[in-house]
């Protein structure tokens, strides 16, 4: 279940009325259908390993996930980072919550493809500006790209796919359109996604 948010960040109420036939398994793909007030259905990919990881759970009802609903996985997920917290000795775990998952999804997707309305369509926002607080999130860090990957686009159609990759226009270089996006490294953006979440925890979803 927790998987499963961090993947698609999805709500738990979205993610407890996931069904079997909600899932794609030959293309590693999850349909959001029941979505909350405010939010949009929605088709999520995601890796092979929670498609595997999901249709593991034993099948007794057309939920994915049983009887499980948003309350009661709230409850356990605090249960769960009371005990670990207790045991690592670390009251940091105490802070992660559903919410938390859904934010760092929505910030990690932003810092990599700088597209605001990729992040729309993946949380199911209906408005854009429920969106913005990732860009200003992001934005907000002083993260200094030292390397850069960079594209020249031989075509509209090239360009339009760099820009959606998450590529910035650079300029026209003798005759070539160049792109560039930064090499963001996951040790300089560590101490940023501290502050939205005890980021150890993804690192062993990731």
Known sequence: FIHTVKETGAAPGEVSGIRCIDLDAEH????????????????VSVSSELISRVNSIPKNSERVFGDLNAKLAIIRLC??????????????FRKINFSLLRHFK?????CYTRDIKHVQRLLGHKYS?????????????????DRWTSKVAQSAEEACQLI??????VGNIHGAEIFRKPKWIRKKLGKHLKKLVVHEFFFVFS
């Not at 349909?31 to 909350?36: D, L, Q, R, V, Y």
């Not at 929505?106 to 932003?110: A, F, H, L, N």
């Not at 959606?164 to 226009?169: K, L, P, Q």
Request: aromatic residues 16%.
């Open 28 to 43: 590693n793909r999850i349909t959001i259908n029941f979505p909350p007030k405010h939010h949009n259905a929605r088709n």
């Open 79 to 92: 249960h769960l980072w009371r005990d670990i917290a207790y045991k690592l000795e670390d009251e940091r």
């Open 106 to 110: 929505g910030t990690w997707e932003y």
């Open 129 to 145: 500006n429920t969106s913005d607080i990732y860009v200003h999130t992001v934005e907000g860090w002083d993260v200094k790209p």
């Open 164 to 169: 959606e990759a998450g590529f910035d226009y």
